[in-house]
């Protein structure tokens, strides 16, 4: 956690799921219930990603 309840770091790279697809078409996966937009990525895909922008709510990240 960064202190401010996020379980994501920017810069950070972490394992994740892609487990559904956004409104816009980006992947969406999950750290501890928080949620992270890949663009270009399959539900059903597991891959590496790197956070690239963290928000209050949500972060997003790019395949490694």
Request: charge should be negative; avoid cysteine; proline fraction near 3%.
């Amino acid at each position: 956690m960064d202190g401010i309840g996020r379980p994501v770091e920017e810069g950070r790279e972490y394992e994740v799921t892609i487990d559904a697809k956004g409104a816009k078409g980006d992947g969406i996966a999950h750290v501890e219930g928080f949620v992270i937009f890949i663009p270009n990525v399959d539900v059903g895909e597991k891959i590496k990603v790197k956070i690239t922008m963290v928000k209050r709510t949500f972060a997003i990240g790019e395949r490694v």
